[in-house]
Nanobody
Framework: QVQLVESGGGLVQAGDSLRLSCAAS????????VSWFRQAPGNEREFLAT????????YYADSVKGRFTISRDNAGNTVYLQMNRLKPEDTAVYYC?????????????????WGQGTQVTVSS
């Protein structure tokens, strides 16, 4: 089992930055791919970014490419999502998720472990 806990959300203004953290405990965290998703009210959960267990490969959704950066510290069992130039449409609950393997990375159903989420609100 892997337990994931997100933190770092909050209320910010458009154009501000936030860094979300996903702290993991349990099984060897370094063997899992980790991704960030978000879900706004009334919307489906949306894939944002993923990082390979080695940290050497990352992918981003077009909606956040160039503004968000995913990184990981395996020694510290933490994955980060640096979010810059935030927009009101970035308002959502942000989740981290972990999975074995590096396939179907944008599919919600392919992830074995999820955190409880952290709220990000961007005011205009």
């Amino acid at each position: 089992q892997v337990q994931l806990v997100e933190s770092g959300g909050g209320l910010v203004q458009a154009g501000d930055s936030l860094r979300l953290s996903c702290a993991a405990s349990g099984r060897t965290f370094s063997s899992y791919a980790v991704s960030w998703f978000r879900q706004a009210p009334g919307n489906e959960r949306e894939f944002l970014a993923t990082i390979h267990w080695s940290g050497g490969v990352t992918y981003y959704a077009d909606s956040v490419k160039g503004r968000f950066t995913i990184s990981r510290d395996n020694a510290g069992n933490t994955v980060y999502l640096q979010m810059n130039r935030l927009k009101p449409e970035d308002t959502a609950v942000y989740y981290c998720a972990a999975k074995v393997g590096f396939n179907n990375i944008a599919w919600v159903s392919s992830y074995q472990y999820w955190g409880q989420g952290t709220q990000v609100t961007v005011s205009s």
